[in-house]
């Protein structure tokens, strides 16, 4: 079925959603406050006669986006959101979408491990779709259906998105243990104990505790934790280089933003932690994590 759609962003996501959906679907973009590719000149217009409004863009920009198109929208039209972050209130996508549309109308959020060049390149992606109408997972299978993007229905929306967001802040511990090059059995370490956290984090929001072991989670965070254009991955190797001039990325304003909102009990989570304390004091880097591995070993003794 052959669906109208409409890109906000044109930035290397928006271009692979592009790539995976025009060649089957009627694509049309706005970036940057204007129409890039559509039939009117306003983005009012094209969200009314649009039946998926894929949000290609940072979380920031989504309240107020959000707001701007509401009274446009087409009935049975679904808002959906790919972006992993929080905004500048601590707030997931998920959680914009439901404070602007409440039951008035439909949204939901695609997260997994998607890479935009490899979907660019024809390689396969894969994501859970969690909606705030299952039913409405027809329209998901009808868009990404003959493309490269595998993407299958899922629940606990707020738990995949924070596992989502969060995964960036361990990811960084993962360029940390490469650099200071403390073997493959640290990363195993790290990939179970990150999930462990994850899990927690995710049951004091109420979700479920699989949750992180998803697309959205473990998927997730697998792909940023290895990757060799990871963001997080390569911050993680520059702070203990001492290259630390340049320290952003989503995983550290979510960092910043845990701790300005206390959105969790964040200092319960001995990882978490590290990540926060080896970002926001790099030169305590090699002190942080000997103590941390310190701990463990304690930690073990006690068990034994």
């Given at each position: 079925?052959?669906?109208?759609?409409?890109i906000?962003?044109?930035?290397?996501?928006?271009?692979?959603?592009?790539?995976?959906?025009?060649?089957?679907?009627?694509?049309?973009?706005?970036?940057?406050g204007?129409?890039?590719?559509?039939s009117?000149?306003?983005?009012?217009?094209?969200?009314?006669?649009?039946?998926?409004?894929l949000?290609?863009?940072?979380?920031?920009?989504?309240?107020?986006?959000?707001?701007?198109?509401?009274?446009?929208?087409?009935?049975?039209?679904?808002?959906?959101?790919?972006?992993?972050?929080l905004?500048?209130s601590?707030?997931?996508?998920?959680q914009?979408?439901?404070?602007?549309?409440?039951n008035?109308?439909?949204?939901?959020?695609?997260?997994g491990?998607m890479?935009?060049?490899e979907?660019?390149?024809?390689?396969?992606?894969?994501?859970?779709a969690?909606l705030?109408?299952?039913?409405?997972?027809?329209?998901?299978?009808?868009?990404?259906?003959?493309?490269t993007?595998?993407c299958q229905?899922?629940?606990d929306?707020?738990?995949?998105?924070?596992?989502?967001?969060?995964k960036?802040?361990?990811?960084?511990?993962?360029?940390?243990?490469?650099?200071?090059?403390?073997?493959?059995?640290?990363?195993?370490?790290?990939?179970?104990a990150?999930?462990?956290?994850?899990?927690?984090?995710?049951?004091s929001?109420?979700?479920?505790?699989?949750?992180?072991?998803?697309?959205?989670?473990?998927?997730?965070?697998?792909?940023?934790?290895t990757?060799?254009?990871?963001?997080?991955?390569?911050?993680?190797r520059?702070?203990?280089?001492g290259?630390?001039?340049?320290?952003?990325?989503?995983?550290?304003?979510t960092?910043?933003?845990?701790?300005?909102y206390?959105v969790?009990?964040w200092?319960?989570?001995?990882?978490f932690?590290?990540?926060?304390?080896?970002?926001?004091?790099?030169?305590?880097?090699?002190?942080?994590?000997?103590?941390?591995l310190?701990?463990?070993?304690e930690?073990?003794?006690?068990?034994?």
């Amino acid at each position: 079925m052959k669906q109208r759609v409409l890109i906000l962003g044109y930035g290397e996501m928006g271009h692979a959603m592009e790539y995976l959906l025009a060649a089957r679907h009627d694509v049309r973009i706005w970036n940057m406050g204007e129409v890039v590719k559509g039939s009117h000149a306003t983005l009012e217009d094209e969200v009314a006669e649009s039946q998926v409004i894929l949000f290609c863009l940072p979380v920031n920009p989504h309240h107020e986006i959000a707001s701007r198109i509401a009274p446009y929208l087409a009935k049975g039209s679904v808002c959906l959101s790919i972006a992993k972050g929080l905004d500048e209130s601590g707030r997931t996508a998920a959680q914009v979408f439901d404070s602007v549309f409440g039951n008035k109308h439909h949204y939901g959020v695609v997260y997994g491990p998607m890479i935009s060049e490899e979907l660019r390149a024809g390689r396969h992606g894969f994501a859970d779709a969690v909606l705030s109408d299952a039913a409405d997972f027809v329209v998901i299978r009808s868009l990404f259906r003959g493309s490269t993007l595998v993407c299958q229905q899922a629940s606990d929306m707020h738990g995949r998105s924070w596992s989502v967001i969060l995964k960036n802040v361990y990811a960084i511990l993962f360029g940390v243990a490469d650099e200071l090059q403390l073997g493959d059995n640290m990363r195993g370490h790290l990939m179970v104990a990150s999930i462990a956290e994850l899990s927690g984090i995710v049951q004091s929001f109420g979700g479920q505790a699989h949750t992180p072991y998803s697309y959205a989670g473990l998927g997730d965070l697998l792909t940023t934790a290895t990757s060799e254009g990871s963001h997080h991955h390569e911050l993680g190797r520059k702070l203990v280089r001492g290259e630390w001039s340049n320290i952003s990325g989503e995983g550290v304003h979510t960092l910043r933003m845990v701790e300005k909102y206390r959105v969790f009990d964040w200092r319960s989570y001995p990882l978490f932690s590290l990540s926060h304390d080896i970002v926001s004091a790099p030169e305590t880097l090699n002190q942080r994590v000997e103590e941390y591995l310190e701990q463990l070993r304690e930690t073990e003794s006690c068990a034994i």
